[in-house]
């Protein structure tokens, strides 16, 4: 079963020059993204890069000041009420009622739904069989986290929206709710999530926007994304009561690209086993101790310290 | 159109159900809405329940007439007799021990010596006067009959039940509605529930629906208390006592969710709350007649939906009245009722 409006040669989401502001911050400065159907799609950005209010935009929590939203081809103003039925969301900041049970959450949530999947099989997909008569207050922040998506998951929707679902837990909770989505994505949902998690975003999206100051900086497939750090390494060192020369660095065998970010260095390489010897044997000669020295392959996080000049847990 | 799914899957029932659960699985809303205003009757009734009329105490001076006196005297149930010392009796006077000294004189006269600003020695002087005059001999020319009148109704534990019923109704709807709805837009619940395709219309009237059927038991267990252990009147009809109920149920309800349509934080929206119930227990004749307020506040007094429920539960309990005689107070309800939910209603913040 369909829903009525939905015209399936439209895309997922559709967002064209998304302006939204709050007083005189502008949260989010002008955002073009399209969302295929079926893809599990990221948006990366640091804390206050206005991610939340996007996704929000989308879910009709909030309005738009400027441009639009189509969401499975249909506006918020013409259709809320078919959107509302075909999308499932999981909020950053909501406390399920402590006193219910989860069995009567995901039926509560489930009463909401036109269209709704048994409330068992909800539960056991996100692994709560055991805990099905547990009240909500007695869960793990990772219980709590599935528990929501259950509830999402109970509308059988299209599209789900995830803001920052696995912020606060553990890895292992993590890891187990990164499975659930792929499993979405598997079933043919299509999956907008935000996080400030690089590695959240390269595992599970199939593309990633990074967000900052409310505008698209970069956008592409985890891998496209590592390839405009331009190699595919990278090493970062900090010295002890010495500075570097910047150009020096930058004319070392096979490194690309040089960075200083407060007091860490930073190279981007693209034959490690050339530039560690030639960069030891510089260091020797200042003379400067070396604090601290790690090589890493490239990940998002680099993609934006690259593109911003900071990290993305800086905010 | 049929809606083929089971009765409990649909919204306003689960919805309603969350209400129940919610209710009781707190243990202590469940004492200060069931529990808490018995313990209260209970206590007050005790206190200003009617004693049995009193004996007055009286001193009669040990001398050699005094013996006949107290004979005389102890024959009537009014009286508490005692054979003092002159010295004693007048100590006890003077303290309040004793209402009266009675002190023979030499014959047949005898002195009476008292306060005559106690109302209790007076009675006192009174009645020892009859019962010695009589005891001489004295005919009464006229032939006078005692009817006792003692009747439920009038007594302050009548008053006292309807007006703790009327609190109980407003404090248990006002919370009842407030609170939680405060506490789901505090913890971002109102805002994940209207992104779902749920009706906004249906989860406010599951809190109407919920405290109507609390309604019940609440009203219940108090009337019931008050009826077999205190002997409280129940004149009226009971359908008469429920529609008052639920209609003042419902205003209270539509004035808890217009304090809680915009406040973020349940500190807030106590504030708010006792800003409107305190007048209310004041004003509105929970423990005392509202009559007693100036002729000048009485429009206002008179306006609170407090004094409207609590005027419509005695007139109902204590005088019988049915839905003729109620026209003003459930007029005010019903104003209330509706003023309260169309602003409530508009002004209501959902995220």
């Known amino acids: ?133 547990a009240r909500v207050g007695s869960l793990s922040g990772g219980q709590k986290q599935r528990l929501a998506l259950a509830c999402a998951l109970v509308g059988d929707p299209e599209l789900f929206f995830l803001d920052e679902p696995t912020t606060g837990l553990d890895p292992q909770s993590r890891r187990q709710l990164w499975e659930l989505i792929t499993r979405f994505k598997a079933e043919g949902r299509t999956v907008v999530i935000t996080t400030h998690y690089m590695d959240e975003a390269e ?30 390494h990278v090493v970062e060192f900090r010295l002890e009561s010495a500075t570097a020369d910047l150009q020096t660095l930058g004319a070392l065998p096979g490194v690309t690209r040089v960075k200083a970010v407060d007091d860490r260095y930073q190279l981007d390489v693209s034959q490690v086993h050339q530039t560690i010897p030639a960069l030891l044997e510089y260091l020797t000669g200042i003379p400067a101790t070396l604090a601290d020295l790690v090589t890493h392959t490239a990940t998002l996080e680099d993609v934006f310290v690259h593109l911003t000049g900071r990290h993305l847990r800086d905010g | 159109m049929a809606d083929p799914r089971h009765w409990r899957e649909r919204a306003i029932v689960q919805l309603t159900l969350a209400r129940f659960r919610e209710f009781y699985r707190e243990p202590e809303a469940m004492f200060w809405t069931f529990i808490f205003p018995i313990i209260m009757a209970a206590g007050l009734g005790l206190a200003f329940r009617n004693k049995p009329p009193e004996t007055l105490k009286v001193a009669v001076v040990r001398n050699a007439a005094a013996g006949a006196i107290v004979t005389g005297l102890t024959r009537d149930r009014q009286l508490d007799v005692q054979l003092l010392d002159d010295s004693v009796a007048t100590r006890y006077l003077r303290t309040g021990k004793v209402a009266l000294v009675v002190a023979a004189k030499g014959g047949a006269a005898v002195e009476y010596r008292f306060d005559d600003t106690r109302p209790e020695s007076i009675s006192a002087r009174r009645i020892v006067d009859d019962a010695l005059q009589r005891g001489n001999g004295r005919q009464d ?80 267990t108090l009337v019931t208390f008050g009826v077999l252990v205190f002997g ?120």
Not at chain 1, 216 to 223: D, E, F, S, W
């Open chain 1, 1 to 133: 079963m369909k829903p009525l409006v939905s015209k399936d040669a439209s895309p997922a989401l559709a967002i064209v020059g998304l302006i939204k502001r709050y007083g005189d911050v502008t949260a989010v400065a002008g955002l073009d993204l399209t969302v295929s159907r079926g893809e599990c799609f990221g948006l990366l950005g640091p804390n206050g890069a206005g991610k939340t209010t996007t996704i929000e935009i989308c879910e009709g929590l909030n309005e738009a000041d400027e441009g639009e939203v189509r969401v499975l081809g249909m506006t918020h103003r013409e259709h809320p009420d078919e959107i509302r039925a075909a999308i499932g969301i999981s909020l950053q900041e909501t406390q399920l009622t402590e006193k219910l049970t989860v069995e009567e959450t995901v039926q509560l949530f489930q009463s909401f739904y036109p269209r709704r999947r048994p409330v068992d099989e909800v539960i056991a997909a996100v692994q709560l069989g055991e805990k099905r008569h």
């Open chain 1, 203 to 232: 595992q599970l999206c199939d593309r990633v926007a990074i967000v900052d100051h409310g505008k698209i900086i970069a956008l592409g497939t985890p891998r496209e994304l590592i390839a405009l750090v331009g190699s595919e």
């Open chain 2, 141 to 220: 020319p006229v032939v006078t009959a005692d009817a006792l009148v003692r009747e439920p109704g009038s007594r302050y534990i009548d008053f006292l039940i309807p007006g703790l019923l009327g609190m109980n109704l407003m404090a248990s709807s006002m919370w009842g509605i407030g609170f939680t709805v405060v506490d789901q837009r505090r913890k971002k619940l109102l805002k994940r529930f209207v992104a779902t395709p749920m009706s906004r219309a249906e989860y406010l009237l599951s809190f109407l629906l919920a405290r109507l059927t609390l309604l019940v038991v609440e009203v219940g």
């Open chain 2, 232 to 351: 409280v009147p129940l004149r009226g009809s009971v359908a008469t006592l429920s529609v008052v109920c639920l209609l003042g149920s419902l205003a209270f309800g539509g004035l808890g969710l217009l304090i809680a349509a915009r406040p973020k934080t349940v500190e807030a929206a106590s504030g708010l709350m006792n800003f409107a119930m305190l007048p209310m227990w004041v004003l509105s004749g929970v423990f005392f007649s509202s009559a007693n307020f100036p002729d000048a506040m009485q429009p206002l007094v008179k306006a609170l939906p407090l004094t409207a429920v609590n005027d419509a539960l005695r007139a109902i309990m204590l005088e019988g009245a049915g839905f003729a005689d109620l026209g003003l107070p459930l007029s005010i309800l019903t104003a209330w009722l509706v003023i309260c939910f169309t602003v409530a209603l508009r002004i209501f913040r959902w995220r």
